[in-house]
């Protein structure tokens, strides 16, 4: 269980253990991240909002080490399969269901029907504070003012449930921790009033009232409003109960409302405002969800939001229909901005319905002259069932004349789309080149870590080291006698086991690393059995190895020193067939079951091959026949055994996700 308090300070517990994170932005991603639980971000978005005077390139490096220092801080050694960051090359997600609790969730949470006294009690009590206190990235800003709302709104509506009830002493405690709070909330005196007026502490109202004024005049420099104003003449002198004081049927509506913020969008549109800063964002933004933008006035505030690198998705649900909000983000997009912030209008439209969304997508794919944003572009266009058109006319731009951006593009399209069902012809040689170069770069991390753990694997092959010599004092102890004439025994366990040692660490790396290279190459290779060839490849190593045994160990082989390159070659590369079977694939999950499988397929087929080799080369030996058979145990084994997950996968893991990818 993981659980984050934001406000009044930023602080991390694991399981009731706290957790230090250092880096500043790396509590920023893990704040927003948790916050915004179970919602992916594209890694380009998350990397301009936490490091925007920093290159793509260079934001895109911080982003990447900052997720492995939240994974190296928060995942403990049984989380092995990443269960609360979902990564992929695309986006970055916080798991909803991974066992999480963030403070500011609590007061974010709706209000629906009829709210107990208690619950409200609760909800308020988790803010100690501004929301992440020493923050100041633009989205803290918004985020910040979107609490404070929330706080408001659940405090005044607590202390009205309280009034009602006549609950003196708790309107009086929850009145000045309202107060404590800072910005003077009006509501708060006058409940406070009220019930000092009920516990007939008239003094005591009188002094509220004088502190409202002063407050006000010292913080924002304004008297108080004609509801203050009758509620103290009411208590004082006994005028008139004025309106809008809580009863049972009546609850205020929030100081700053939704028509109190058209009117000022309305003065910004005459003053022809083209774009507002987050001071003014973030006013508006204190509104609550109950604003509606006008059809006028969405393109202000989604361009505003843009260019500001804030999230805008609160801007985009706010307006009264998708097309609406599209033709916003397109009026944005056409004044052509700077890149990032076409990528981030991209990023927006992604998340829109409708044909309107489809039609600029499809405009941006096949005309923007950036090529990430173009790629960006087309990969979603695609997705959205446009495949085949996005694909077509990026190939026929390539055929005329190939763009940086349309080559960009439709790679992109291949790599997380795949190859349209109908593929004319296309610039093969430097499409494929592309491709290959792009998908090492997007995986070679995870390849390295599949070939890493194969060799890892491979190392108990220390283990087969050490039971040949046992294998031959046992069953042959005339060769065991022959050998220990020029070796002591000791030395000769020694060296068994440093060359099979040795011999497990090297076959498992290159059949590690070839195996998953094929997967990475998938999009170029297409086809799966490309995994066995290239785990072939990996196999000779096995027979240039062996073959130099089987000569040594019999200096005028009887069958024959071409039988024996031969058979030994033909099960090297059965052999590395067979590692294909037994390394799972670079992206999908691993599950126990599924890997102990894959081990015992991959261990029977290996026995099964062996014996006709064995025969072939040393006919009558059964000696040689019996270590083969236990090698032939050992490899897959070895190799295998190190992808054997530690605990099953969380079933809400995505299988498309490469967990290792981001260790720096």
Same mark, same amino acid.
């Given at each position: 269980m993981i659980d984050i308090r934001t406000l009044?300070?930023?602080?991390?517990?694991? *399981?009731? *253990?706290? /957790? /230090?994170?250092?880096?500043r932005r790396t509590q920023s991603l893990l704040a927003f991240l948790a916050l915004n639980a179970g919602k992916a971000y594209r890694r380009?978005?998350?990397?301009g909002m936490l490091w925007p005077d920093a290159t793509e390139a260079n934001a895109r490096n911080y982003l990447r080490h900052a997720l492995w220092q939240l994974r190296k801080a928060l995942e403990t050694r049984e989380d092995v399969n990443g269960v609360y960051f @979902?990564?992929?090359?695309?986006?970055?997600?916080? *798991?909803?269901?991974?066992?999480?609790?963030? *403070?500011?969730?609590?007061?974010l949470r709706p209000l629906r029907g009829e709210v107990s006294t208690d619950e409200l009690m609760a909800d308020v009590s988790v803010y100690g504070g501004e929301f992440l206190p020493g923050f100041y990235e633009d989205w803290v800003i918004l985020d910040r003012e979107r609490l404070r709302v929330a706080l408001d709104n659940k405090m005044q509506r607590l202390l009205d449930q309280l009034l009602v009830a006549e609950r003196w002493h708790d309107v009086v405690e929850w009145g000045v921790r309202w107060i404590a709070l800072g910005h003077s909330p009006e509501p708060g005196y006058r409940a406070i009033m009220i019930a000092q @007026?009920?516990?007939?502490d008239r003094a005591g109202?009188?002094?509220?009232?004088?502190?409202?004024?002063?407050?006000?005049?010292?913080?924002v420099g304004v008297e108080p409003s004609e509801l203050t104003e009758a509620t103290y003449l009411w208590l004082a002198e006994g005028a008139p109960r004025p309106a809008g004081l809580p009863e049972p049927e009546n609850v205020p509506a929030p100081s700053f409302t939704a028509a109190a913020a058209q009117s000022l969008l309305s003065q910004w549109r005459l003053q022809d405002r083209e774009i507002l800063d987050v001071a003014s964002l973030a006013l508006i933004h204190r509104a609550g969800d109950d604003l509606v933008l006008r059809d006028e006035d969405a393109p202000l505030l989604i361009r505003s939001a843009i260019h500001a690198d804030v999230d805008v998705d609160p801007w985009l649900e706010r307006v009264s229909a998708p097309a609406v909000a599209v033709a916003a983000l397109a009026d944005s997009y056409r004044p052509g901005p700077l890149a990032r912030f076409r990528r981030r209008i991209v990023d927006a439209l992604?998340?829109?319905?409708?044909?309107?969304?489809?039609?600029?997508?499809?405009?941006i794919a096949l005309s923007d002259d950036d090529p990430g944003v173009r790629e960006t572009a087309a990969v979603e266009a695609a997705k959205?069932? @446009? @495949?085949?058109?996005?694909?077509?006319?990026?190939?026929?731009?390539?055929?005329?004349?190939?763009s940086k951006s349309s080559l960009a593009a439709f790679v992109a399209v291949v790599m997380d789309v795949g190859w349209p069902a109908d593929m004319v012809p296309y610039p093969r040689l430097l499409v494929n080149a592309t491709l290959a170069e792009r998908c090492w770069r997007r995986h070679r991390r995870a390849v390295m870590r599949h070939a890493t753990l194969a060799a890892t694997g491979g190392s108990l092959m220390v283990l087969y080291g050490a039971a040949v010599p046992a294998l031959f004092a046992l069953f042959f102890p005339e060769r065991y006698a022959g050998t220990l004439s020029y070796m002591t025994a000791g030395a000769y366990y020694v060296l068994m086991m440093v060359i099979f040692g040795l011999y497990g660490v090297i076959q498992g790396w290159l059949a590690g690393f070839f195996i998953a290279a094929a997967d990475a190459l998938r999009p170029v290779l297409r086809h799966r059995r490309w995994r066995a060839l290239l785990g072939s490849v990996a196999g000779l190593y096995f027979a240039l190895n062996f073959t130099a045994i089987s000569l040594l160990n019999y200096n005028d082989p009887a069958v024959g020193t071409l039988i024996v390159l031969l058979a030994n070659l033909l099960y090297g590369i059965v052999l590395g067939a067979i590692l294909s079977l037994v390394i799972p694939e670079l992206q999908t999950?691993?599950?126990?079951?599924?890997?102990?499988k894959r081990m015992a397929l991959g261990t029977i087929l290996a026995v099964v091959a062996v014996v006709p080799l064995a025969f072939a080369i040393l006919p009558g030996d059964m000696s040689g026949l019996a270590t083969r058979l236990m090698l032939a145990l050992a490899i897959p084994l070895a190799v295998g055994v190190r992808f054997i997950p530690g605990r099953e996968a969380s079933p809400s893991t995505p299988t498309s996700v490469i967990h290792h990818e981001e260790e720096p």
């Open positions: 009044g300070q930023f602080s991390v517990r694991l *399981d009731g *253990d706290p /957790v /230090v994170i250092k880096q380009e978005k998350l990397a @979902h990564a992929d090359a695309l986006t970055i997600a916080f *798991d909803r269901a991974a066992g999480l609790g963030v *403070d500011a969730q609590r007061l @007026h009920g516990l007939g109202m009188a002094e509220t009232y004088a502190r409202c004024r002063q407050a006000l005049e010292e913080e992604a998340g829109l319905p409708g044909p309107e969304a489809d039609e600029i997508l499809l405009e959205r069932g @446009h @495949h085949e058109l996005v694909a077509r006319r990026l190939v026929d731009e390539l055929n005329q004349q190939a999950r691993r599950l126990r079951a599924a890997q102990l």
